[in-house]
């Protein structure tokens, strides 16, 4: 008798698996299933990404009759997590069929688990749109009432609606609702850097105590170059657009014939290699806002400072300004978040203008770099030095009023000026005209770091007096020892020009005690001139 009813349940729930439904209302189970369950459930529903519940929701929705719908609570990851993309695509966006997101957020469910709701609908559903609504920030006692006002008009702030194929656009498919439409679109509309033949590759991932160098740590010897023991290094580094200041060199010529599998006792890999000292486009992957970097020839980089390699010189400036650019930044940061590796940065759109659009932008990231390159070459820790800033001209020390808080100020404002220009000519690239967007990207804006030349950001005038008297300190102790050529500071020479920011970087900085062959003047050179 037991038995027997055993099999009457089971038979009638078998007999529930075969009828067909209007309506389907579930909270289904999350996570990993058994080990004999997920071998079924990876022949059944092969984009079940070994969380049960993607298999339930892609089960119910084919218990539904025509024009019939289903709601399930599920795992928020399920939105956007890069690894739930082949599910999104084949189930949720397929057809159209996603015709609302109810965004929970946490303290919603006893798990501990980030919470969201969606509608499916049985129907392929033309020009369909998809309304989501944001109830993360609201506290949990408070989100069931203020879910109905977002639907009687007493506040709609919530809610955004988006035609559903934009998603399907989207990098990895996610449900990123909280762009106006625009934004959004903006992957349907235009072609990715990868589609576009611009793909960025990531480097080499050395361990920072054993390979990482500072340019004057090095004997000079050494030299450096891509075929030498060191050589000029890109490793991204803190925010600044545009450019950084070379300092940086690696230990990596006795390892370049190396593969990982030659040091298992520590990590280390060897990526692209064949990438590796091109000139192109930089980016560092870590950080809140994307910022991108010329690079010339000769520079190896890594998993931190990721490159996209181009021999044209104007695309190069037109992609650094691009990526530079507070809209690259904030589409980026919708699926990318703080780790901004190749991959992702590959799928950012690509707007294509006219010639003159991306002719003026190339001309003004030009003129951001020679701005901070100048700024760089009064800085003897950079390869650009050549003589410190109060030495300029022929007052001598009197020249440190140029240092003022001011003067480096109005540099700074002259720097933002540019930015704040290519931000509007890539505003209009990508045809964000309405409101709404360009009220997104100011106030995106508004929280990016502000550029600021070398002292601009050191506030008080007492910390820039406290910076000359360190400068002209360091300058003279250098040309006391033969490290400096004092004839630039003497006003004998006239200071050497700065190289093109393509041409490969020196292998000492310009205004360092030289040689005929362009080396470091060594001792008996010396005593020979």
Not at 19 to 43: C, H, I, T
Not at 100 to 111: I, K, N, P, S
Not at 127 to 137: H, K, N, V
């Amino acid at each position: 008798r037991l038995f027997a009813e055993d099999a009457a349940q089971g038979f009638a729930f078998i007999d529930l698996c075969r009828k067909r439904y209007d309506v389907v209302v579930m909270n289904p189970p999350f996570g990993e299933a058994s080990e004999s369950l997920a071998s079924y459930l990876g022949n059944e529903f092969p984009n079940w990404n070994k969380n049960i519940l993607c298999a339930f929701i892609e089960r119910e929705v084919s218990c539904l009759h025509e024009r019939s719908f289903l709601a399930s609570v599920m795992d928020r990851s399920l939105l956007n997590k890069s690894s739930y993309g082949k599910f999104r695509k084949s189930v949720l966006l397929i057809g159209e069929k996603l015709i609302c997101v109810l965004d929970l957020g946490w303290e919603v469910l006893d798990a501990n688990v980030e919470v969201a709701g969606c509608i499916l609908s049985s129907s392929k559903r033309l020009a369909g749109q998809t309304t989501c609504i944001d109830l993360r920030d609201v506290t949990p006692g408070q989100k069931a009432s203020t879910l109905p006002a977002q639907f009687d008009g007493a506040d709609s702030t919530r809610i955004y609606s988006h035609k559903t194929k934009g998603f399907s656009a989207f990098p990895n498919h996610s449900i990123v609702y909280d762009l106006p439409e625009s934004l959004l679109t903006a992957f349907l509309r235009h072609k990715s850097l990868k589609a576009r033949g611009y793909l960025s590759f990531t480097g080499h991932q050395l361990q920072s105590d054993r390979h990482f160098r500072n340019f004057w740590e090095i004997s000079q010897e050494e030299g450096l170059s891509s075929a030498g023991k060191f050589c000029h290094l890109y490793n991204g580094g803190e925010y600044s657009r545009f450019t950084l200041p070379p300092r940086e060199v690696v230990w990596f010529g006795a390892y370049s014939k190396l593969s990982s599998e030659d040091f298992p006792s520590y990590s280390y890999r060897i990526q692209n290699k064949e990438k590796h000292f091109q000139r192109g486009v930089g980016f560092g992957v870590r950080g809140d806002y994307l910022d991108a970097h010329l690079l010339p020839d000769g520079l190896l980089f890594t998993v931190e400072g990721q490159v996209l390699p181009t021999h044209s010189y104007d695309k190069a400036l037109f992609l650094v300004g691009l990526l530079s650019s507070a809209v690259a930044s904030r589409l980026l940061n919708t699926y990318a978040g703080q780790h901004k590796y190749s991959g992702y940065v590959n799928l950012l759109p690509c707007p294509t203008g006219s010639g003159a659009e991306e002719t003026q932008i190339a001309r003004l990231v030009e003129d951001a770099i020679k701005k901070k390159r100048a700024a760089y070459s009064f800085d003897e820790t950079c390869l650009l030095f050549r003589v410190p800033q109060i030495v300029v001209g022929d007052g001598g020390l009197t020249d440190a009023g140029r240092l003022t808080e001011d003067a480096f100020r109005a540099k700074s404002e002259a720097l933002n000026e540019i930015v704040a220009r290519i931000d509007f000519l890539v505003c209009s690239l990508y045809a964000l005209r309405d409101d709404a967007s360009l009220a997104d990207i100011t106030s995106y804006i508004s929280r990016i770091p502000q550029e600021a030349l070398l002292g601009a950001d050191r506030g008080a005038s007492d910390s820039i007096s406290i910076r000359i008297i360190s400068d002209v300190s360091s300058y003279a102790l250098g040309a006391v020892f033969g490290r400096w050529d004092i004839r630039y500071a003497a006003g004998e020479r006239p200071a050497p020009e700065l190289s093109n920011p393509f041409d490969p970087l020196p292998v000492c900085p310009p205004g360092m005690l030289q040689g005929d062959d362009g080396l470091p003047l060594s001792p008996e050179e010396g005593k020979r001139q």
